[in-house]
């Protein structure tokens, strides 16, 4: 079975500050992560993913997130947040093999980053 | 482009009643999920379809039946509501594992919000 664990249930900021959201995972086997953003009112998107390679990932809207595979982490991270950023972020995982539940996402609870003027 | 579509985006029922929520995705997608969001709790999986003809129970299925006759649609039921079922509905598709598991990823329909009184 696996885990999300989002450590922080809101991040308020301001404008133009670096922001870092922070997501913990356990799992038995090797897994791919995600990071979703859910606008007001909207559905999910997908933010960025790690699914092998480097450990540094970028997505979209200038975020990016590092694997830490000995931390078991995968925090998401924005050097400069714009008002436009504020959104509940998503954090999952789903497991590497083939077979058995590897299709099912597991989320954490969300993180709602408000970015303040 | 549509994606993935939810209908209706608002609903509310008495205790009792019954509904349909429904999925329609134009991305010829194998699979198919339904999650509920509820404050603090993440999204939880209720039941998924891995092809036409095809589901299974996620993490909270009870209270919940679904039925995918048609590849593009997957509709979730409740046959007698309860307060406890109010929350947003959010359904998603993939691909599928025949192009292999990196791209798998799930896309979100814009949610229904159900209220039981």
């Known amino acids: 079975a696996q885990s999300v664990t989002q450590l922080d249930s809101q991040v308020p900021v301001f404008e133009e500050a670096p922001v870092e959201l922070r997501c913990n995972y356990s799992?038995?086997?090797?897994?791919?992560l995600f990071w979703y953003v859910q606008y007001p009112n909207q559905g999910l998107q997908l933010l960025l993913k790690?699914?092998?390679?480097?450990?540094l990932v970028k997505g979209i809207n200038g975020f990016e997130a590092e694997f830490n595979k000995s931390q078991t982490s995968f925090h998401l991270r924005k050097p400069s947040v714009h008002i436009s950023d504020t959104a509940e972020y998503f954090c999952?995982?789903?497991?590497?093999?083939?077979?058995?539940?590897?299709?099912?996402?597991?989320f954490g609870k969300g993180t709602l980053l408000t970015v303040n003027p | 482009n549509a994606g993935v579509t939810q209908t209706p985006k608002f609903r509310v029922l008495k205790t009792g009643q019954s509904m349909t929520l429904l999925c329609a995705q134009d991305m010829n997608h194998e699979y198919m999920y339904w999650y509920r969001q509820d404050p603090g709790m993440g999204l939880r999986l209720i039941h998924y379809?891995?092809?036409?003809?095809?589901?299974a129970k996620g993490e909270v299925p009870d209270g919940y039946n679904v039925s995918r006759l048609k590849k593009q649609n997957f509709l979730l039921g409740l046959e007698s509501a309860a307060p406890s079922q109010t929350s947003v509905y959010f359904c998603a598709s993939s691909p599928g594992l025949a192009e292999g598991i990196a791209k798998n990823i799930q896309y979100f329909g814009a949610g229904t919000r159900l209220s039981v009184l």
């Open positions: 999952a995982v789903t497991d590497r093999h083939s077979g058995g539940s590897n299709y099912k996402l597991t």
């Open positions: 790690y699914l092998s390679g480097s450990t």
């Open positions: 799992s038995s086997v090797s897994v791919y």
């Open positions: 379809s891995v092809g036409e003809g095809t589901t």
